[in-house]
Each structure stands twice: as structure tokens, then as C-alpha cells.
């Protein structure tokens, strides 16, 4: 795994794959800046206008729900119709679903109206959106990936996606496979768009790889290790968000 | 104070208390990495649909006024009833009042049709608040926070609010007691968000503590060492933010 | 040149001109925190209700259209027609310009409709917008700034706008005159937002100096140094960031 994920970063590195991210306010900035560590191209849009015109030139389009309201659901839901036309990979961030119905059921519906390559979540999410889950506190986890496991099968089997539930334990899930890797660091749910960045970055990596399970392995045992490299530079989560962008630029498996 | 201060600390580390942000697009990111690097737990949202859902789970309910709009308004006003009756406190933070009659108008009629916990602000927006301002210039004060000392027993005794004032001396007002500090450094005010960022983390130590003038005071003491302790490794704005949000991880009293 | 803007650095520092930025949701903070790092005052806005008393205490206005749809077009036509009207110099970024119609189309009629002071791009959005451009990607410049030469010298005598290209080579350009700079580092355009900052940036000192063609310059010759200055400390474009918000704050020439 090390060897294929050294050859999609190299890939990545090389092709500077467009991604386009429908996301979140608060964390667009550390999206888009660990994007380009990486050595992808990010765009972000908020308009209708331009969406087709966009997708037809971007590798990946990134859903991220963590400000949803309904002009926002609207233009999702019509970049995930064009994605679709247009064979475009689709990452899905359900960010804080259980944490309020309207996250849920919005969620719920991007995955039953619409192909979904990718769903990337915390084991929170992923229990919510399979309706397994008990109280979601707000954004952040309260359960452990591996509670999650029998959600993401679920999600997989009637949906046809592939999960990655991140945490401490990272595992991703498809029909047919799984895959776990113990690599992070206990800083990184201490900065905020961690995760949201992981999904776009899961983006960046089927851009270049078309298996969807191995894009989505590869994405997160590196940030994994990128989160590891980070750590060892930081005294705490100011440092270690610099430090883990550098991670993404510097970082050779 | 110092005791008490240290005491909540742990016990907003410990209970980790949903902080919940109606807030300005500018520091977000910002003030969603403060709440983590201290230890509560952020979320945002811009969506009437959720405003229960996420409310009833939170502990204390931000609404800060730095990139209002109509919509933004009526969402903050959805959220001020909501917040009164499920009885969670309320923090305002009326950025920029003062600069344009749109602002002052907006923080006023919060401060008259809802019960508002704290007011958080720097002079000049403490003193056009209670009408007593000359120019503000944009965002950033022109006075001294000991000249606003009036405006905010004005605004305490009238409206039933605690005000914490910010700048090179920090003043807490109630309509019965006041507490000065002199802690902070002159890379805080370079830093955007500082302020905001203080009202969040205002309404965590309000989570873990009812009394909200101990609140005001411990979490303006905290604050403020920690920019002394930032400053000490920083060379520059962009070196103090990152030494900042370490701060706030690290510093015990 | 470099006395003349180590004259304007230390005007801005003196007198911290106020800036109004109507800009994009990615770049928001970093500008924010680039013009406070600077010496300038940063103000953003969402709201024509209070466009007029912004623009009024303003000294420079900066339209970024990074993400754009239809409101936030009408609240800068607005801006750009109130500070047309107050005489507040007026600086357009047409982030993405070629990477789709709507960019293309809505940049077009700005500087159409009303009297931009200054444009600044990379030289892909320079060319897309002078109608000379091939394919662009994204928001990433795929062009040398020299090849957008002839796009500038167009814009100029036919909209009597200044236009600063940035890139390897910084080049600005007016009906009557051209400069060039080699100064930056390949670090610039791995952060989000450096472009959208040197906008800012380039407000900032239009105004305290009248003359677009001296502060366009004088800003990108300030700027690139800055870049060369940070890169010596950073280990990625993390450190990157933060060093370079350090430099604005620190650099004399």
C-alpha cells in the first residue's frame, strides 16, 4: 500500500488535478490551502452559473455539508446531477449528521438521489447517516471508527459507496473489503477541517486512481502519516496546522 | 480569580460544552480552532432548519454581528428566541458597531428584544452601543476601554447585561461590581478575530459557570496570558496566531 | 522605487488606512489578516444597507470575485457605483476569470460599467479577460505574466485601468508605461489566497499614495520581498503562511 500511495502522491504531484469543492465556510481556507500542499488545484464555487462549466474541468467534485441551508443544498444537488452526466467522482462529507435532522435527512437524500463514489465521515456521521446511531454531540465524534463498521457495510451494500470513517483507527469499507490503518496523531480532531480536508484530499487521490477503494486507502494512510510527521514538530494545534500543511508539501512515504 | 479561572479551565477541557456560532465569514476558522485548541467543542451553522436541534445540545449560543445581512439577522433572531426559551445563554458581539447605522441599529434591537447573557466588545463598540460614540473607524477601536467604562454600566444597568471590554486593559461591567486586568499583548489586536474568538470563548466558560460576571472575568483573565504567552515566541502576526491557538492548549495559570 | 515604497510602507503604518473588501469566502481571513500584518485596517462587508457608510469612511475598495453569484454581484455594483460616485479608488481581482463564462462575463462588466483603478490578476485571468486566452484551469495561472502583456496594454487603453500582473514575474502595466519585477518565491502561489491579499494589498497603498501605477508597483516590488523574506524560514507552505504574514509586519526595505 505504501508503494501505490507513493505513486498516486507523485501522480498527484505531477497532473495538479482540479478539484472543485461545494463546502463549508469555515473551514474553505484550510481546504483549499492543504490542497494545494498537496499539489492539487482547488476551486470553490457558490453559483449556479458556473457549475457546469467547472465540473467539465475539474477531476473531483467535494460535497461538504457543515453549512448547509437551502440555496447551498440546491447547488449541491445540481453539481452532483452535472458530476454524474459528466462521470466526475463524487465525495460526500456528511459533517454533523445526527447532530440535527435537517443534516441528516439532507444527507440521506444526496445519497439516494445521486452516485456517490466516496462517503468520508467520523464514526458519528457514518452511524447517523446508516440510522445506527445514538446522540451526535455537535461536529465532533463520539464513537470509535471500528463501532461504525456494521453502518459503513450497510452504506455500502444499499448504496453502492465506499466509507471512510476517520478516527483514531481509520477504516475504510467497501462491499467486498476493508481496509484499517492506526497511523494520526491525537492533535488532529484539535483543528478544525481535519476531516473535511481528509475528504477532499480522498478527492485529489481518485482523481488520479480510478479504483475508488484504493484511492480512498491511500488518501488517508498518508494524511495519517502526514498527521504524524506534523506531531512531531508541534506543542500544540496552532503549530501542528502549520506544520501539517508543510507535512502535505514535504511528506515522501 | 486565578484559582477560579484554572478551575473552569479544567472543567471546560473535562465536559468539553458545545459552543454554538452564528458568526461573521472572516473568522470562523479562526474561532471554530480557538474553541478546540481550548477544548470546547465548535459548530456553526446558517440554517433556521437546525437552529433547535443544535441549540438544545448546546451550552451556549454566540452571535456575533461581523458580516450581517438581512438573512443573517432573522437567523440570529430564530436563534435569540430559541436560546431564551431553552435558557441557554446568549453572548453578543456587536463587531464593527458603530461603523455603520446598520450595525448599531441590528446590535441594538438584539440588546432590546432578547435577554442577552454578555456583551463583548472593544471601546469604540461599547460606546456606540450605549450612544455615547464619536467616529468609529471600520472594525478596529479608537478609544481607550476605560472611556466606555459609563456606556457599559449604562448598557449593564438597562438592559441587564454583563460587559466584558476589551483592549490594552480588559474592563468587565455588571450593574453592581467591575473587574479590570491588564494581562494581553499588542499582537492581539493584529491578529483578526482575537475579539471574536474572546466572545466564544466568553460563552465557554459561561457553560461551565452560571455566574456570568466570574464567567466574563476568568475567561478575559485566561485570554490575556495567553497572548503574553504568545507573544513571548512570536516574531509577527502570522508566528503570534499559531503561538496563540498553542496557547490555548497549553496554558495553565 | 524602493525609497519610494519604504515611504508608502511607513504612510500605511502611520495613518492604517481603512480598506473595504466585498471578497471571497476562501481567502476572507488571510486578507483580513495580511492588511492587519501590514498596518491597514480591514473592514468586509455583506450588506447594502450599509455599502454608503462603509465606502464613505473607506479609503480603497477592493471587488474580488473568487466566489461570486448573483447577490454578491449586485452588492459590488453597488460598491463600485458609490465609490465611483465618493471618488474611493476601486481595485478589481477577477479570480478565475476563463475557468468559466460567468467570471468571464461578470469581470467584463465591471470594468465596463464603471471605473476600476486597478486590476490584478495572474496572467491567465489577464488574458481571459482581454478576450486573448486559451484554456484556463481553475483559479491557478497557466501562463507567464509576460505572455499577458499585450492582454494588459489592451485593458489599459481601452478601460484606462492600471493592470498588475502577478507571477514568476510581477509586471505592471498602463497606457504609458511598464514595470517588472523579479522578486517573490515559488512558495506564493502554494497558499490560497496570496493572489487576493496582493489586491488588498495593492488598496492599501493607492491609498496613501495617488498615483495607481507608483502603489500598484510599489505594492508588488514590497510584496515579493516579503515573499523572499518568509521563504527563508519556511519548511512548507505552512510555515510559509505564517512567515509571510510576519514579513508584512516586519519588512523594511
Redesign the interface.
Known sequence: MIEKTNALLTKIRQE?P?VLNLT???????V??GL??LGA???????E??ME??IS??RAVIINL?????SFIKLCALACKTANQLAIPLILDPV?VG?????TNTSLKFIHDFKIAIVRGNASEIMSLAGAAG?T????STAASTEALASATFLAENYGVTVAISGKTDVIVDAKQTAQFEYGSAMM?????TGCLLSAVVGAFHAVEQDRFVAAAAATLFYGICGETAAKQ??????F??????????VVL
Chains 1, 2, 3 share one sequence.
Open positions: 495538479k482540479l463549508n465556510y469555515v473551514t474553505m481556507d484550510f483549499a490551502n494545494l500542499s488545484s482547488p476551486v470553490m464555487s457558490k453559483a452559473q458556473e462549466d467547472l474541468i475539474a457543515g453549512t448547509l441551508d437551502e454533523g447532530a440535527s435532522r435537517y443534516r446522540v454531540k455537535g461536529v465532533d480532531p484539535r483543528v478544525t477541517g508541534a506543542t500544540g494545534p496552532g503549530s496546522r502549520s506544520a501539517f500543511l508543510d507535512a502535505l508539501y514535504t
